[in-house]
């Protein structure tokens, strides 16, 4: 056991880990390319699920039925279900801002929030017993008493953080697809609703059409017209994509079709207004990134161009020096 120990402390086994990590990261994203799927025709495959899903419960509810619906999403796992049932983690863990985020995430119905809750139970206490498995276990390190308790509490800390970092990243990743797409869309809604397509219409051949761009917004675009056809009200329909996006300029396009909704103004005249200033944002964003461009390349100037290029100046004339001598 002793010899394992010192093994493991030793500064060159650590090294060579670092290094097999690194290759095998470095490997696998040039691989991830390769191996990746066909995405999109996948969530265009669910979200067409999805709706007929939604249109066959409304049936069903007015019908009065109890015939069983089928669930686009796999079913949670039985174990992860029965812990989450047996400890009640949806009254302590569960909150009406983790259900909003898994929906702005793209994670949606009952397998998606069980799955959640499960992680954020059993991610602090992983990481918990790791830590004291590392520190207390097998005394790595030369470490006081308090040190090795503060550690084991900041990994428990970072268990808690974990699943809402990785919500919070996914969040990211989905809102910055969408605004990249968002104008194109814009565009494309605003023929559409031009050359005399209805609303639900519009959006049913937006979706399509943005696929390519933009998978997420894709997604979003077809559950809204999804919800349009079978809603009491379209408001609703509206009001939830701009909560299931979180995107400023798509709320702004909601509140633009609500108002049109419920006074009757033009459609067309309010989306060409709001798709221009949706491009002219998008315009100062990128002037914006670019703008913030040279700051950024000081310091790597500074530490790797600058040492190099002066290397290449004085290094001959320190070889023409000793020479001399």
């Known amino acids: 056991m002793s010899t394992l120990i010192v093994m493991i402390t030793e500064k060159q086994f650590l ?3 670092l290094i ?3 290759v095998g990261v470095t490997v696998l994203t040039l691989a991830m390319p390769l191996v990746a799927g066909d995405n999109l025709g ?3 495959k669910s979200v ?21 619906r089928a669930s686009l999403r796999p079913a949670p796992k039985a174990y992860m279900k029965q812990i989450v049932d047996r400890l009640n983690l949806s009254q302590w863990l569960g909150t009406e801002t983790a259900k909003m985020k898994l929906s702005m995430a793209g994670y949606r119905g009952n397998s998606a929030e069980i799955n959640f809750l499960f992680f954020r139970l ?3 206490i992983s990481l918990c017993l790791l830590a004291i498995t590392y520190m207390f276990g097998l005394k790595v390190g030369q470490f006081p008493g308090m040190v090795r308790f503060g550690i084991v509490i900041a990994a428990t800390y970072a268990g808690i953080k974990l699943p809402e970092l990785f919500l919070a990243n996914r969040i990211q990743k989905r809102q910055r697809s969408i605004k990249r797409a968002w104008p194109d869309a814009l565009d494309l809604l605003l023929i559409c609703v031009e050359s005399s397509m209805s609303v639900e219409q519009a959006f049913r051949r937006v979706s399509q059409e943005i696929g390519a761009q933009s998978i997420a917004l894709a997604e979003e675009l077809m559950l809204t017209t999804a919800e349009l056809s079978y809603l009491a009200e379209r408001r609703q329909a509206y009001e939830n994509l701009g909560i299931r996006t979180g995107v400023e300029s798509v709320k702004n ?3 633009a079709l609500i108002q049109a909704e419920r006074y009757g103004t033009p459609v067309g005249q309010a989306l060409r207004v709001l798709a221009q200033e949706s491009r002219d944002a998008r315009m100062n964003e990128a002037e914006k990134k670019a703008a913030a461009l040279p700051p950024k390349l000081t310091v790597p100037m500074i530490l790797f161009f600058l040492p190099v290029l002066f290397m290449v100046i004085i290094t001959p004339a320190l070889i023409q020096v000793f020479r001399w001598k």
Do not use: G
């Open 42 to 44: 996948k969530r265009m």
């Open 15 to 17: 090294l060579s880990i």
């Open 20 to 22: 097999a990590l690194s």
């Open 253 to 255: 396009v909601t509140t």
């Open 122 to 124: 059993v991610s602090p």
């Open 48 to 68: 067409a699920s999805e709706r007929e899903r939604i249109r066959q419960r409304e049936r069903e509810r007015l019908n009065a039925s109890q015939a069983q």
